[in-house]
């Protein structure tokens, strides 16, 4: 279940790239696909997260690295939608980069799968 959760997220990082590149080249329509899409892998991610992490004994660590996991599908989507709007999204920015720079730490030093830090 962790290799499905690390695919998970790292296709929505990508699809949330893509849909931002099409909609800076004017293919709203491409950008449109590629939004629908990006929302399908965040079920997929809250599906294998809480899968893990009802899967363990819950303590407080696991609770807040989904907390800050649920953070970064928030932003995920804030920024999409802002960006698609044609409004300013620099707040929206920079808690994506602290979100899943703290989310990427508290998985990776967490005891399941890779154990990094
Ligand atoms: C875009 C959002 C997310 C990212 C980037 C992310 C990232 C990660 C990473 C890097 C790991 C560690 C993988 C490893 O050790 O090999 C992990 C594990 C985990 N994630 Fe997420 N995650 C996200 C969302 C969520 C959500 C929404 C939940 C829960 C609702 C969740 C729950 C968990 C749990 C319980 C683990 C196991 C912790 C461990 O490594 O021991 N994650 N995630």
Redesign the pocket.
């Known amino acids: 279940m962790?290799h499905a959760?690390?695919t998970a997220?790292v296709l929505?990082l990508v699809l949330f790239f893509v849909a931002l590149g099409l909609h800076k080249g004017g293919n709203e329509k491409g950008a449109k696909i590629a939004h629908m899409v990006l929302r399908l892998f965040y079920v997929l991610?809250?599906l294998t997260?809480?899968w893990?992490?009802f899967s363990i004994t819950i303590d407080i660590m696991?609770v807040l690295?989904?907390a800050v996991?649920?953070w970064?599908?928030s932003m995920f989507e804030m920024i999409v939608i802002r960006t698609k709007k044609n409004e300013k999204a620099s707040v929206l920015w920079i808690q994506f980069t602290v979100a899943?720079l703290l989310?990427?730490y508290l998985?990776?030093s967490?005891?399941?799968?890779?154990?990094l830090f």
């Not at 967490?110 to 154990?115: Q, S």
């Open positions: 962790i959760h690390i997220w929505a991610i809250l997260g809480f893990l992490l696991y690295k989904a996991g649920l970064v599908i899943l989310v990427l998985g990776f967490l005891p399941l799968g890779t154990d």
